[in-house]
């Protein structure tokens, strides 16, 4: 082994990312690329646009992600790209050119699955954090310890991924090295995110409408609106229905315990409907591609009525309860002592301070990525490489996208 030096690229949806991480510990470059203002008009991404904004953005992202770390490709011990699930167009472009660079440097190449991408966020950013806070570095820290695993990493974790295509609870546990993971429970059809954004766009603000929602919630009333989540029917998926989604059909279904389902299309037609029924509106239109969020309730009211601020406090305390009651059942139920959120969803302000407070009650540890390793990067992406680099599980030469890839089913 080498410089321990991995470049990762990441494109499965709508950011072009690479990354250089040393040992899946130590970030040397992250840079991300967002298609943000480009998709922001049709208040959702555009495959097409997407996989043509990535054929734009890979190779300056690429070079600048080099460049910011220091190194040349000469340096690096290996390539990382993600593999699915995504936007089969979108996957494509990163997997393309990470094989043609693979084949131009005889770099080995490793494929990630995205949501082990983001769970290793927040490995990568507790690895981070201790070694800031000038603990051992992780190969030294334990005598004969695999370097891939710090001590802290040895204990298994119960993961939410929470994004705009996601919302899945995994069991996530470090084995001689590695890491294996169990798929405990998941959405029937939107993902948490995706009711954000959904949300967002009916009540005529920003896209991506989470970071709106998250911002304006805090100068409404969270109980003004009583919005409950029905526990999902054992019958109902035992019978063999097909979830209502194509994303929701992905992964089996039948063997989960009910108790960890989540459904997140119903609260949006909630929503939809106290919107007509009370005859709220915004008050001004928020401009595409506009960022500044309100800091004061003065600022928030010239975005939305009062009405409108309750009834998206409402939403966002009802999510976040739900997530938060199945994701601690979750690992209460299998024993494990430790929660990793990530996902898009993770940057939610309201969600980690509920989270960690519920956490401190019951004594187990929760942890979240950094607001940048939350949504989509390429960090994480090299972070879950490294296990796979050290145990030498290196991609097949006709590696190919693969849009509905699972994590956690085998
Ligand atoms: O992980 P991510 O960047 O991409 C996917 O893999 O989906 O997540 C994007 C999602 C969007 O739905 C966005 O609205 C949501 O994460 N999001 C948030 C916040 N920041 C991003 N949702 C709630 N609160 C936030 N602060
Ligand atoms: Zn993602």
Not at 86 to 112: D, E, Q, R, S
Not at 371 to 385: E, K, Q, W, Y
Request: proline fraction near 6%.
């Amino acid at each position: 082994m080498g410089s321990g030096l991995i470049l990762a690229i990441e494109s499965s949806c709508d950011e072009t990312a690479a990354a250089v991480v040393e040992r899946g510990a130590h970030t040397l470059s992250s840079v991300v690329a967002s298609q943000i203002a480009t998709h922001a008009r049709y208040g959702g991404v555009v495959p097409e646009l997407a996989s043509r904004e990535h054929l734009r953005a890979i190779v300056p992202v690429v070079r600048a992600a080099l460049a910011q770390a220091g190194v040349a490709l000469a340096d690096l011990d290996a390539l990382a790209v993600t593999s699915g699930p995504g936007l089969a167009g979108a996957l494509l472009v990163g997997i393309t050119y990470a094989k043609a660079l693979a084949f131009a440097t005889g770099l080995p190449l490793i494929a990630v699955n995205h949501l082990e991408g983001h769970i290793h966020a927040v490995l990568l950013n507790e690895r981070e954090v201790g070694r800031e806070a000038g603990e051992p570095p992780v190969s030294e820290a334990r005598p004969g310890a695999s370097a891939a695993l710090p001590m802290t990493d040895d204990e298994p974790a119960l993961a939410l991924v929470v994004s705009g295509g996601h919302t899945h609870l995994y069991l996530a546990e470090p084995r001689g090295g590695t890491w294996r993971y169990k798929l405990v429970g998941r959405t029937l059809d939107d993902a948490a995110g995706e009711a954000y954004d959904k949300v967002a766009k009916l009540l005529g603000l920003g896209y991506p409408g989470g970071p709106w929602i998250d911002a304006l919630a805090q100068f409404g009333n969270p109980r003004a609106v009583p919005f409950a989540f029905a526990q999902i029917k054992t019958k109902l998926h035992l019978a063999g229905k097909t979830p209502r989604t194509k994303a929701a059909r992905t992964a089996p279904i039948a063997d989960l315990d009910p108790r960890f389902l989540f459904s997140f299309s119903g609260i949006k037609t909630a929503v939809l409907r106290y919107v007509e029924l009370r005859g709220l509106r915004r008050e001004a239109p928020i401009r595409e591609g506009q960022s500044t969020f309100p800091k004061t309730a003065p600022d928030a009211l010239k975005i939305s009525p009062q009405g409108t601020l309750d009834l998206i406090a409402s939403f966002q305390h009802a999510v976040v309860g739900d997530l938060m009651k199945k994701t601690f059942a979750a690992a209460e139920s299998l024993g494990a002592r430790r929660i990793l959120v990530t996902g898009g969803v993770a940057a939610n302000r309201e969600l980690r301070t509920r989270f960690a407070a519920e956490a401190a009650r019951r004594r187990v540890r929760v942890s979240f990525p950094t607001l940048a390793l939350s949504t989509d990067n390429a960090a994480m992406i090299a972070a879950a490489a490294w296990p796979r680099f050290v145990a030498g599980d290196f991609a097949r030469p006709d590696l190919s996208a693969e849009p509905s890839l699972a994590l956690g089913r085998s």
